[in-house]
C-alpha cells in the first residue's frame, strides 16, 4: 500500500488549499513565483471545483485543470488532487432535489453553501463516481499528482426518507433480527416495540426524548453511509493509481466520523487544526491534536489545513501574533506531521471565506504573514530530511472513543455540563503541562507497550474492552480512570450496579450509591484539591486506598481518589493544577518521565527521533538547561549547556557529538 513517505520522499511536505478558479488566468504565473519564493512544494487543487469540470450533466471541461497541472509540474510543485464531491453544483440540487439533505425536521437542506448532499443519495453517488472516474482517468499517468483528497470535511447529516430505507438496511445487517434490535434498543420503554423494519425511521423530531440507543445506532449509521460515500471514490482513484495514496481530511475532535474506523481505511490521515490564538490552551489543543491524529495514523501524518491568520467563523475573530503561526507549524512537524498545508494559498476576495486567512494575504506578498510563511518554508527545508518519516514515542496512552463519546451527549443524561471533548483535553493537558508525550488509544488496543492508560471518561465500554483494561493492570500495567466510565454497556444499557462490576472489583469499589453532578461553576472540597463537574457516593470495599477523600457536605469522608494496586479511579474532575500534580505523581510511580526535566513555564520539549525539539509557548524569551553539546538545525548554531529561546521560539536540536563523531 502507498503511504505519506511515498509523497515525501524525504522531505515535509508544505503548502495549502489552491484555488485558481477564483482568480483570472493571468493571476497563476505570479502564484507558483510566489509559491517557489516560499518554499512551496505542494498545494491541494480541486476542492470546490466541481461546477468549473461539469458545469452542467455529463459536460466535461478538464482545459483549466491540465493548464494548471502542467503549470505547477513545470515548477516542481506536486498536487494533491481533490475529487470535487463535497459540494455539487446548482444543476443537481435543482434537476434531483431528491440530494439534498434533510433535517430532523424535514426541513430541506437547500444548496448555496457547500456539503448540502445526502450521502445515502444513490443519485449524488452516482454523479459522484462518474465525476471520480473520468477525473481519475485523466490525471492518473500526470507527473504532478502526488496525493488524491477525496470529498472534503465529511460532515453530512440527513434524515430523509432515502436516508431512512439505508439505515434499515444497516440495523438489519447490524441486528439481524426485529427481536434483537428491540432489546438492543430497550423499546418495552414507552411503547416504542418495532413489529416491521419499515415502521423504523431515522431519529426525527419527536414530542420528548428519543431513544437514546436509537440514537446511538443512528450515529454509527451515519459514519458508515459517509464512509461507503469515500470508498466509493478511494477505489476508483486507486484503481486507476495504487501507487498514489489516497486522504480525506478530518475536521478534530467532530462527533461525526468515527476516526479510528475512517483512519484504517485512508494511506494517509490528514486533519485540519484551528487552535484559537486568544486561547491560553491553544498550544496544548493543538498538541492534543497532533497526537491524536499520529495515534490514528500509526506515524507520520498531514496537517491539511491550518491557518496562517484569522479565521472567519468564530464570534471574534484574532490574528495570530507575530511567530505564533510559526511555533504551532514546528509544534505539529514535532509530534509527527510529515506534511504542513494552509487553507489556502491566496486568500480570497468574494465568497463565505474571503475573511478567512491565506498564505498570501491581503495585505500581499509585503505582508507580514506571507513573510512568516516564506520562513516556516525555508526552515521546513533545513530540517524535512532530518525528520520525515521518523517516530514519536510515548509511554502514555489516553483512550478515547466515538461510541462513548456518542452515549454520552444523550438526553437526559445526569449533567448537560460535562463534555467529553473537554475531558479529553483536561486530562491531556495534565500531562502536556507535565512535559510526558502521550498517545492517543481505543480502549480495545493492545496496551501492553504503555507504562500508564489513562481513561478520562469512557461512558460505554464492550465486554471485551473491559476485559482488556482488567488484564492490562494485571500484566503490571498503571490505569488512571475518571468518573463516570464503565456505565454503559455497547447498547447503552446500563450495567448492574452502575458500574461494570469487573471493573468495581479493579479499583476496590463495592458499591456506587449515587452520582453527584455539580453545578455550573461549584467545587467541592477533597483532600488537597478541589474538585469540579462532578462527584460520586462511592461505598469501597475494603481492599483500596482512599488517596483523597471529600470534606464537608453529604460525601464527607467518602473516597474522592481510590487506588488499588496499580488502578486508580478518580471521581471528580481535579482542577487543573491537582490533576497535574496527581498524573505527575502517578507517572513517576509507574517509571514515566518528562522528555525534559526542569522545563521553564511554558516551554515544551519533543523527542522525534534523533531531534529534540524546544518550543516556548510563553510571550516572554525562556532559558533552557540542556547538558551536552548541541547544535540548532534552524540556525546551525552551536549550544553548550543551554538554550536561548525568543518568545514563541523553537530549536530543533541535534546532538553534536553524533554529528560530529566525537566522544
Given at each position: 500500500?502507498?503511504?505519506?513517505?511515498?509523497a515525501?520522499?524525504g522531505?515535509v511536505?508544505?503548502?495549502?488549499d489552491?484555488n485558481?478558479?477564483?482568480w483570472?488566468?493571468?493571476?497563476?504565473?505570479?502564484?507558483?513565483?510566489?509559491?517557489?519564493?516560499?518554499?512551496?512544494?505542494?498545494?491541494t487543487?480541486?476542492?470546490?471545483?466541481?461546477a468549473?469540470?461539469?458545469?452542467?450533466?455529463?459536460?466535461?471541461?478538464?482545459?483549466?485543470l491540465d493548464?494548471?497541472?502542467?503549470l505547477?509540474h513545470?515548477?516542481?510543485?506536486?498536487a494533491?488532487?481533490a475529487?470535487?464531491?463535497?459540494s455539487?453544483p446548482?444543476?443537481?440540487?435543482?434537476?434531483?432535489?431528491?440530494?439534498?439533505?434533510?433535517?430532523?425536521?424535514g426541513?430541506?437542506?437547500?444548496?448555496?453553501?457547500?456539503?448540502h448532499?445526502?450521502?445515502?443519495?444513490?443519485?449524488y453517488?452516482?454523479?459522484?463516481?462518474?465525476?471520480?472516474?473520468?477525473?481519475?482517468?485523466?490525471?492518473?499517468?500526470?507527473?504532478?499528482l502526488?496525493v488524491?483528497?477525496?470529498?472534503n470535511?465529511?460532515?453530512t447529516h440527513?434524515?430523509c426518507?432515502?436516508?431512512g430505507?439505508?439505515?434499515?438496511r444497516?440495523?438489519?445487517?447490524?441486528?439481524?433480527?426485529?427481536?434483537?434490535?428491540n432489546?438492543?434498543?430497550?423499546t418495552?420503554f414507552?411503547?416504542?416495540?418495532?413489529?416491521?423494519?419499515?415502521?423504523?425511521?431515522?431519529?426525527?423530531?419527536?414530542?420528548?426524548?428519543?431513544?437514546?440507543?436509537?440514537?446511538?445506532d443512528?450515529k454509527?449509521?451515519t459514519?458508515?453511509a459517509?464512509?461507503?460515500?469515500?470508498?466509493?471514490e478511494?477505489?476508483?482513484?486507486?484503481?486507476?493509481?495504487?501507487?498514489?495514496?489516497?486522504t480525506?481530511?478530518?475536521?478534530?475532535?467532530?462527533?461525526?466520523?468515527?476516526?479510528?474506523a475512517?483512519?484504517e481505511q485512508?494511506?494517509?490521515?490528514?486533519?485540519?487544526?484551528?487552535?484559537?490564538?486568544?486561547?491560553?490552551?491553544?498550544?496544548?489543543?493543538?498538541?492534543?491534536?497532533?497526537d491524536?491524529?499520529?495515534?490514528?495514523a500509526?506515524g507520520?501524518?498531514?496537517?491539511?489545513?491550518?491557518?496562517?491568520?484569522?479565521?472567519?467563523?468564530?464570534?471574534?475573530?484574532?490574528?495570530?501574533p507575530?511567530?505564533?503561526?510559526?511555533?504551532?507549524s514546528l509544534?505539529?512537524v514535532?509530534?509527527?506531521?510529515?506534511?504542513?498545508?494552509?487553507?489556502?494559498?491566496r486568500?480570497?476576495?468574494?465568497?463565505?471565506?474571503?475573511?478567512?486567512?491565506?498564505?498570501?494575504?491581503?495585505?500581499?506578498?509585503?505582508?507580514?504573514?506571507?513573510?512568516e510563511?516564506?520562513?516556516?518554508?525555508?526552515?521546513?527545508?533545513?530540517?524535512?530530511?532530518e525528520?520525515s518519516?521518523?517516530?514519536?514515542?510515548?509511554?502514555v496512552?489516553v483512550?478515547?472513543?466515538?461510541?462513548a463519546?456518542?452515549?454520552?451527549?444523550?438526553?437526559g443524561?445526569p449533567?448537560?455540563?460535562?463534555?467529553?471533548?473537554?475531558?479529553?483535553q483536561?486530562?491531556?493537558?495534565?500531562?502536556w503541562?507535565?512535559?510526558?508525550?502521550?498517545?492517543?488509544?481505543?480502549p480495545?488496543?493492545?496496551?501492553?507497550a504503555?507504562?500508564?492508560v489513562?481513561v478520562p471518561?469512557?461512558?460505554?465500554?464492550?465486554?471485551?474492552a473491559?476485559?482488556?483494561?482488567?488484564?492490562?493492570?494485571?500484566?503490571?500495567?498503571?490505569?488512571?480512570?475518571?468518573?463516570?466510565?464503565?456505565?454503559?454497556d455497547?447498547?447503552?444499557?446500563?450495567?448492574?450496579?452502575?458500574?461494570?462490576?469487573?471493573?468495581?472489583?479493579?479499583?476496590g469499589?463495592?458499591?456506587?450509591?449515587?452520582?453527584?453532578?455539580?453545578?455550573?461553576?461549584?467545587?467541592?472540597?477533597?483532600?488537597?484539591?478541589?474538585?469540579?463537574l462532578?462527584?460520586?457516593?462511592?461505598?469501597?470495599?475494603?481492599?483500596a486506598?482512599?488517596?483523597a477523600?471529600y470534606?464537608?457536605?453529604?460525601?464527607?469522608?467518602?473516597?474522592?481518589v481510590?487506588?488499588?494496586g496499580?488502578?486508580?479511579y478518580?471521581s471528580?474532575?481535579?482542577?487543573?493544577?491537582?490533576?497535574?500534580?496527581?498524573?505527575?505523581?502517578?507517572?513517576a510511580?509507574?517509571?514515566?518521565?518528562?522528555?525534559?526535566?526542569?522545563?521553564?513555564?511554558g516551554v515544551?520539549?519533543?523527542?522525534?527521533?534523533?531531534?529534540?525539539?524546544l518550543?516556548?509557548?510563553?510571550?516572554?524569551?525562556?532559558?533552557?538547561?540542556?547538558?551536552?553539546?548541541?547544535?540548532d538545525?534552524?540556525?546551525?548554531?552551536?549550544?553548550?549547556?543551554?538554550?536561548?529561546?525568543?518568545?514563541?521560539?523553537?530549536?530543533?536540536?541535534?546532538?553534536?557529538?553524533r554529528?560530529?563523531?566525537?566522544?
Open positions: 500500500m502507498p503511504s505519506l513517505h511515498d515525501t520522499r522531505r511536505l508544505f503548502g495549502g489552491y485558481p478558479e477564483q483570472p488566468e493571468e493571476v497563476w504565473a505570479d502564484d507558483v513565483r510566489l509559491m517557489k519564493e516560499a518554499g512551496v512544494n505542494t498545494v487543487v480541486g476542492v470546490f471545483s466541481w468549473m469540470i461539469e458545469p452542467r450533466p455529463g459536460a466535461r471541461e478538464f482545459g483549466w493548464r494548471l497541472l502542467d505547477l513545470a515548477h516542481g510543485i506536486g494533491v488532487l475529487t470535487p464531491t463535497s455539487p446548482p444543476w443537481m440540487g435543482a434537476l434531483h432535489p431528491e440530494t439534498l439533505p434533510r433535517t430532523e425536521d426541513a430541506v437542506v437547500n444548496y448555496g453553501s457547500r456539503q448532499f445526502c450521502p445515502s443519495s444513490p443519485v453517488r452516482r454523479y459522484a463516481a462518474a465525476l471520480t472516474e473520468d477525473l481519475a482517468a485523466r490525471y492518473a499517468e500526470h507527473p504532478a502526488t488524491w483528497h477525496i470529498n470535511e465529511y460532515c440527513c434524515w426518507d432515502e436516508t430505507a439505508h439505515f434499515r444497516w440495523l438489519a445487517s447490524r441486528h439481524t433480527t426485529l427481536d434483537a434490535l432489546e438492543a434498543w430497550g418495552a414507552w411503547s416504542q416495540r418495532y413489529d416491521t423494519w419499515e415502521e423504523i425511521l431515522p431519529p426525527r423530531r419527536a414530542q420528548y426524548m428519543r431513544n437514546p440507543a436509537q440514537e446511538l443512528f454509527r449509521f459514519s458508515d459517509l464512509m461507503e460515500c469515500y470508498l466509493a478511494r477505489d476508483i482513484v486507486a484503481r486507476h493509481t495504487p501507487h498514489i495514496p489516497v480525506t481530511n478530518f475536521m478534530p475532535l467532530w462527533s461525526g466520523q468515527d476516526a479510528w475512517w483512519a485512508e494511506d494517509i490521515v490528514s486533519v485540519d487544526v484551528y487552535p484559537d490564538p486568544k486561547d491560553p490552551q491553544g498550544g496544548q489543543y493543538n498538541a492534543m491534536l497532533a491524536m491524529t499520529r495515534s490514528q500509526g507520520p501524518w498531514m496537517v491539511m489545513e491550518q491557518a496562517a491568520g484569522p479565521v472567519n467563523w468564530r464570534a471574534v475573530n484574532h490574528p495570530r507575530a511567530g505564533l503561526n510559526r511555533l504551532w509544534q505539529s514535532a509530534r509527527g506531521a510529515d506534511a504542513l498545508c494552509y487553507f489556502q494559498w486568500q480570497s476576495r468574494q465568497g463565505a471565506e474571503k475573511f478567512h486567512s491565506g498564505m498570501l494575504s491581503h495585505a500581499g506578498e509585503h505582508g507580514r504573514t506571507f513573510q510563511v516564506k520562513r516556516i518554508g525555508a526552515e521546513l527545508a533545513l530540517i524535512g530530511a525528520v518519516g521518523t517516530g514519536v514515542s510515548a509511554e496512552a483512550l478515547h472513543d466515538w461510541d463519546w456518542w452515549s454520552s451527549t444523550q438526553q443524561r449533567s448537560s455540563l460535562v463534555s467529553y471533548p473537554e475531558l479529553l483536561a486530562w491531556h493537558r495534565g500531562l503541562e507535565s512535559g510526558i508525550g502521550t498517545d492517543f488509544a481505543r480495545g488496543a493492545d496496551l501492553s504503555y507504562r500508564m489513562l471518561q469512557l461512558q460505554l465500554l464492550g465486554d471485551a473491559i476485559d482488556n483494561l482488567v488484564a492490562y493492570v494485571r500484566g503490571g500495567g498503571t490505569l488512571v480512570c475518571g468518573f463516570f466510565t464503565g456505565v454503559a455497547v447498547d447503552d444499557r446500563i450495567r448492574p450496579g452502575g458500574m461494570d462490576g469487573r471493573l468495581r472489583e479493579l479499583f469499589i463495592r458499591t456506587v450509591h449515587e452520582w453527584w453532578p455539580l453545578d455550573a461553576g461549584a467545587t467541592v472540597e477533597c483532600d488537597g484539591f478541589g474538585g469540579t462532578w462527584s460520586e457516593e462511592l461505598e469501597p470495599d475494603g481492599s486506598e482512599t488517596v477523600a470534606r464537608g457536605g453529604e460525601l464527607d469522608g467518602l473516597p474522592a481510590l487506588r488499588k496499580d488502578a486508580w478518580v471528580t474532575l481535579p482542577q487543573p493544577e491537582a490533576l497535574r500534580e496527581l498524573l505527575g505523581r502517578v507517572a510511580g509507574a517509571g514515566v518521565r518528562p522528555v525534559l526535566e526542569g522545563l521553564p513555564s515544551e520539549a519533543v523527542r522525534r527521533g534523533e531531534l529534540l525539539f518550543l516556548n509557548h510563553g510571550r516572554s524569551p525562556a532559558r533552557v538547561e540542556l547538558p551536552g553539546r548541541n547544535v538545525l534552524l540556525t546551525g548554531a552551536g549550544t553548550d549547556g543551554c538554550v536561548e529561546l525568543d518568545r514563541y521560539g523553537v530549536a530543533v536540536l541535534a546532538d553534536a557529538s554529528r560530529d563523531g566525537s566522544a
